[in-house]
C-alpha cells in the first residue's frame, strides 16, 4: 500500500517529503513545506496497487482518499 500527498487548495506551494511512501505495519511518515501562511486543504490518496500489481497500471482497484484542512501562521521567525 501507499500514500501520495498534494495541495488540493491554498495560497502558495507546498512540497512533500516523500509525496509518495509505502504504508508499512499501517504507518507512513512525511512532512509538508509551505511557501506562505495560509488557509490550505491537503489531500492524500492511499492505494493498495492491486491495479499495478495486476499489469493493469493506470487502473486502481482499491483506494481511498482524504482531505485534512491546515492553517499556516507566520514565516520561519514566527511573525
Known amino acids: 500500500m501507499t500514500i501520495v500527498w498534494a495541495k488540493y487548495r ?7 517529503a516523500p509525496a509518495k511512501a509505502a504504508i508499512v505495519d499501517g504507518k507512513a511518515e512525511a512532512t509538508a513545506s509551505f511557501s506562505e501562511p495560509g488557509e490550505y486543504i491537503l489531500q492524500s490518496v492511499v ?11 493506470g487502473y486502481h482497484c482499491c483506494w481511498t482518499n482524504t482531505e485534512v484542512k491546515i492553517t499556516v501562521r507566520g514565516g520561519r521567525d514566527g511573525n
Open 47 to 57: 492505494d493498495d496497487g492491486s491495479g499495478e500489481l495486476a499489469g493493469n497500471f
Open 10 to 16: 491554498g495560497p502558495g506551494a507546498v512540497v512533500f
